[in-house]
């Protein structure tokens, strides 16, 4: 027992050690570019457990999830960048962001909740699209969110007056800007991770798998299925929320593009792929899908010229061809996710038994 | 004390053209094991949705335990004491059989995010509580050595009884079984019969539908017999067993 305990002691330190080493080495061997793709990985994560509350834990298609990064950012975007000269400090616009992604969640999901399966994904999808429009015309009559320029020069991350978007000396060790963000992401993307365990093993996490196994019957134990669906949505938009601000202070620009329906359907793949409904399967999943892409779009051109002397594919169209391919082949093989709730794949093997 | 647990006063639901419930009025009295029968298609599972909330009656109301029973949603009716089970078994199939009876009690108990987020020991009091509770009632309908066990891969008979174990889970004051022998040996229908029997003995009133007439004549205090819609008999089983009406309209081949 003692012994046991102890493993997991040591298991946490290494794995704690690791994590914060992680962009001095890939820094030092890949180069400061990779840090920063590991950065954005660490926010499609953060996304991925947030729809991971509605897709894999409700059961709740939800194809328009991309709108609650967009408020995350755009809040954060408008209160600490001089487009109305507000410069709100991290710590009040992050929190901010959350509840109000958190409301819109309540908001878009209110006249959903009638809704099921393919329906409940086409009015969703539909809400994406609408809060991105919104997005891209609210510059006129008022100019609000500045339309389809974006908004530039946001205020970046400062902790205790610290700037993350400089090189930082401590005791004579450099911290570029990416590994200062490296490590702001990490800690929030830990806290979701602590967040969704506790959710998912308690009254809350276990009436939302109801919901999935089976409305009618969630209903007729005395669930009240619109408030702990409501629930799911406001949980989901709020991890949203917080990922979107954190994106908005990091890049210091946002634009309606970023938030386009393939976001949300990447985000979408990322928990499918990874595994719905099981935390450390999503976090692969958010991890592979944002990574893999950009190691193909640094090594498509080298490994084509290395093997026909010339590029023949341009590494863009390879990379969603790949990635078709990709999904294909997982659905296939591994219907579940790659790394699946032990309770799903032995679902899957049933199905496949009979 | 009120005698009667439920007054079910001219319920009417129709479909389209269809009469499926025409003015039927019964009531159940605390304490008894009250049988609704009738051949198909004469009304009964209608009935059971409009009491669980999942159809409205489009006239009538019910009284429960004295009020006048709210029916705008079922959870609203599983609040106020009425519990069911479903012809079709309708089990949480990818959580075992104790998460099932779990889920049973999220009614009456309160946990919400924050509690679940800080688990603080109001909440991990809760939780056990839940745990515990969701342990006895496994065992009181006899599948206490499955409870870690998914639901879907549960034997036909035990998932009946997890259903009941879950439905129990609500603390209903009404326990309301749609067919809970359907499909059931003899065997398994004798120790479901034995179940009942120690349901009522512990208090609860019981309402079911049954087309096994033995079962429903041998287990019954008082019987209602439906038929079109329209209810033709109510009474004791061996008056609604002689009454012509019913004999002709269900029993005829079965009595004679």
């Known amino acids: ?279 450390p399967g999503v976090i692969l999943g958010g991890l592979l899908l944002a990574i893999l892409p950009e190691a193909l779009r640094h090594g498509a051109v080298p490994m084509q010229q290395a093997a026909f002397g010339r590029v023949l594919l341009d590494p863009e169209s390879l990379r969603m061809l790949l990635f078709g391919l990709a999904l294909i082949a997982v659905m296939l093989y591994r219907p579940a996710g790659l790394w699946p709730e032990a309770r799903r794949k032995r679902e899957f093997l049933a199905e496949k038994a009979k | 004390m009120n005698e009667l647990l439920l007054d079910a006063q001219s319920i009417s639901k129709s479909f389209g053209g269809v009469r499926a419930l025409h003015d039927v009025s019964l009531s159940i009295r605390r304490g008894e094991i009250y049988g609704l029968i009738g051949p198909n298609g004469a009304g009964k599972t209608t009935f059971f949705n409009v009491l669980t909330g999942l159809y409205t009656a489009d006239r009538g109301r019910f009284v429960f335990d004295g009020a006048p029973l709210n029916i705008s949603a079922p959870d609203e009716v599983a609040a106020a004491g009425i519990a069911r089970t479903f012809q079709n078994i309708r089990l949480f199939a990818n959580m075992t059989a104790l998460e099932n009876v779990m889920v049973g009690r999220h009614l009456r108990t309160s946990a919400g995010v924050v509690g679940a987020v800080l688990r603080n020991r109001a909440t991990r009091e809760e939780e056990a509580a839940i745990a515990q509770r969701a342990h006895e009632l496994l065992k009181y309908v006899g599948i206490h050595r499955h409870s870690n066990i998914l639901a879907r891969h549960l034997a036909y008979g035990d998932q009946r009884r997890l259903e009941i174990a879950r439905a129990l889970a609500t603390e209903p004051k009404l326990l309301a079984l749609d067919e809970p022998a359907a499909g059931m040996n003899a065997t398994e229908t004798g120790a479901l019969k034995k179940l009942i029997e120690a349901l009522r003995a512990d208090g609860l009133t019981l309402l079911f539908i049954e087309h096994d007439v033995k079962l429903v004549m041998g287990l019954c205090d008082r019987v209602a017999v439906l038929d079109y819609g329209e209810k033709i008999a109510e009474d004791v089983p061996a008056e609604v067993q002689r009454d012509a009406k019913v004999i002709e309209a269900y029993l005829g081949g079965v009595v004679a």
């Not at chain 1, 487009?83 to 991290?90: A, D, E, R």
């Not at chain 1, 908004?151 to 060790?173: C, M, W, Y």
Request: hydrophobic content about 55%.
């Open chain 1, 1 to 279: 027992m003692i012994t046991d305990r102890r493993k997991a002691l040591m298991g946490m330190v290494l794995i704690g050690v690791a994590l914060a080493l992680l962009p001095f080495l890939v820094g030092k061997g890949l180069g400061n570019s990779w840090v920063r793709v590991l950065d954005f990985a660490l926010l499609y994560v953060m996304l991925a457990l947030g729809l991971n509350i509605v897709v894999g834990f409700a059961g709740l298609l939800d194809l328009g999830y991309i709108a609650f990064y967009a408020v995350g950012a755009y809040l954060y975007a408008l209160l600490a960048s001089p487009h109305f000269g507000l410069h709100w400090p991290v710590w009040a616009v992050l929190p901010l962001g959350a509840l109000v992604a958190g409301l819109f969640g309540v908001l878009l999901g209110a006249p959903t909740l009638r809704l099921r399966g393919d329906y409940l994904a086409i009015v969703t999808l539909g809400f994406g699209e609408i809060v991105r429009i919104f997005i891209n015309n609210l510059n006129a009559p008022v100019n609000i969110t500045n339309g389809p320029q974006g908004i530039s020069q946001i205020d970046p991350v400062r902790i205790a007056g610290v700037p993350l978007s400089k090189t930082l000396e401590v005791f004579g060790i450099g911290f570029p800007s990416v590994y200062l963000y490296y490590y702001l992401f990490l800690a929030l993307t830990l806290l979701i991770v602590f967040v969704s365990i506790r959710l998912e093993d308690s009254r809350i996490g276990r009436a939302w798998v109801a919901i999935r196994e089976d409305e009618i019957a969630a209903k007729a134990c005395g669930i009240d299925t619109r408030n702990v669906k409501l629930l799911a949505f406001a949980m989901g938009a709020t991890f949203g929320g917080v990922a979107g601000g954190l994106f908005a202070g990091f890049q210091e620009f946002v634009s309606p593009e970023s938030f386009g329906l393939m976001e949300s359907i990447m985000v979408l793949c990322m928990v499918v792929l990874g595994g719905m409904g099981h935390i």
